[in-house]
């Protein structure tokens, strides 16, 4: 639990982090002024501020939320790289956009105004940022319910099934038993007329068959009462299944209203909002990927500018489905051949035509490029972390539009386009379909993958397939992406024979921002996220098995801390830039795991490689260099 310190701290970082980001040319005495406000601001009693919205009234959304939409889950989620939720962290955002354009009028006075400016612009995308964070994260609590519902359905369905197994196995003895005493000879049915006062001898016969015949009639007896049982049982399974078909029905539809809600939402934004969007929350990545991130940035943002001084705003998908009856002003897009092209239409600005997408392609591309430099981490879909198919899913819930979790099934129930008629917004699959990103037009793709383990920007690779998300889906199923892949899942490299470089992301030995790895949850220690997703898991089961966490007292180094190690340990340490550690693959442990032959370190042995940690020969007993304590996350030395 944050204290109301600590959350003060928070608002105060972030408020100022964004007034600096927006307005460069601040002093810093200026930016102490800010600060001293924000404390102030902060400090006022919560009945004295005015809730106000700066959208103007035709923007704001007519359609109240369901109250589904405000309800928190109560399950606990798996934690993210901070160990944040998504209601923890778009609590924060919503704070502190509250507070930003307060500050800033009180430091710079004109620099925001009722008509809107670039620091109101900013504000409203901050509040759309969170208000979407907040909607989705009340959609998958409403998921969660709704595969609750699922499975009671299937529970429900199979007791009934069984229960009209029973009911038909328990009428056939009946009916078997009922048949057999109809053919039965008058004799058979009833016994006692055998006994004839001429024949003693024969008494026991009949009273023995008597006997027999009143057992049997008991028995058929007692199986028409099963039966009628097993008729009742099954009746009440059979209610039961209607029960659970109702209950997911209505589930089925609060996930219907959730996305129809988000997807009016998005169709308020302006153009000058999303493309403040895009550029929110990135992170930094090596050089020449930031270069080409910015770009791509920078040419969205161009594209959305040149709609905004147009005054052309983005209809919602549902305009743009019938091309015969388009919104006013809107002609239909066209292909080379001439054929209308679905889910998008054509503006004219000055002589020329430009593509104007849907508000929910818009709202999800902003989105996307708003996460650039985010760790890949498998099994993820945000908002810290991500994998390919999470990344486009997350991207798309934000528009109001639910995608499958993995590129199999987002490929499999989307609908198919040519190559050559890609339009921004479409989910790009790489060959073999075991990748997936947003296209971004010149032959640009943005996703989270493996292959630079983080969000980024890439080229369409040759081969690729797509499919568009704001139109009718398939009657059936596409055909799976066939042919061998060259590359893993997410774009992960395939394994070579023999040691392989573990260089990663393009970055040096020691000089991996801190943003592109992911904390292990002790003091300070990171590692690259698939490590620290494999460490994590196995920190889980050392518990299970000692009771006590994993003891570590290494993991990334730096390179300034290779060079201190360097200094203090020269004959134990790796020359500087050279450490195993540099990469953010590996790690020192302690507890008993540093001693070879504990029973710590035998569970490591036994155990590590399920969680894809070894002991490189060197450091194992006996090895170059015995060092019981240094794991890796594969082979990298």
Known sequence: MVSAREAQALREALALRQLAAARPDLTPAQLAAARTALAAKASTPSGARRSTDPRPAAKRPTTKRPAARRRRPTAQGSADRTGSRWSTRLGVVALSTLLFPAVVTVVL?????????????????????????????????????????????????????????????DQSVVAAGAAELYRAAPAVRHPIL????????????????????????????????????????????????????????AAEAELAVALSTMREEVAGLTPEVTARLAGLGSVPAAAEQQDRNQRAVARWQAYLTQLADAGIEFPPASALADPGNLPSGLS????????????????????????????????????????????????????????????????????GYALPGTPQEQWATGAAVPMESLQVGDLVFSPGGQDVGLYLGDGDVVGASAGTFQVSVRSVAAGSAAVRVPVAAPAAPNEPLLGTSPTGPC????????VTSPRWGGYDNGKIPTDALC??????HALRCDAAAGYLAMDAAYRAAFGTPLCITDSYRSLAGQVTAFHLKPALAAVPGTS?????????LCGGINVAGSAQWRWMTANAGRFGFVQPAWAAPGGEKPEPWHWEFGFIS
């Open 519 to 524: 904390r292990l949850g002790v003091h300070r």
């Open 580 to 588: 195993n550690h540099g990469w953010a693959l590996a790690v020192d």
């Open 491 to 498: 774009g992960a490299e395939l394994p070579a024979p023999g």
């Open 109 to 169: 006075p004109g620099a925001t105004t009722p008509s809107g400016g670039p620091l109101d612009v900013t504000a409203l995308a901050l509040t759309a940022r969170s208000s979407l964070l907040e909607a989705a994260d009340g959609y998958r609590s409403l998921e969660e319910r709704a595969e609750l519902r699922r499975a009671q359905l299937e529970e429900a369905r199979v007791a009934a099934e069984a229960a009209r197994a029973q009911v038909e196995a």
């Open 194 to 249: 055998g006994l004839d006062a001429g024949h003693p001898a024969r008494t026991s016969d009949v009273l023995f068959s008597a006997a027999v015949g009143e057992r049997d009639r008991r028995a058929l007896d007692g199986a028409v009462v099963r039966a009628e049982r097993t008729r009742a049982a099954y009746a009440v399974a059979q209610t039961q299944v209607t029960v659970a078909e109702e209950a997911l029905a």
């Open 332 to 399: 239909s897009a066209l292909d080379s051949a001439g054929a209308p092209i679905p889910g998008v239409a054509w503006a004219v600005i000055g002589s020329s035509p430009v593509t104007v997408l849907p508000s929910e392609t818009v709202a999800a591309v902003s989105n996307a490029l708003s996460q650039l430099g985010r760790p890949f981490v498998p099994g993820t879909a945000g908002p810290e972390t991500y994998d390919c198919a999470g990344f486009t899913a997350s991207s798309w819930l934000l528009a």
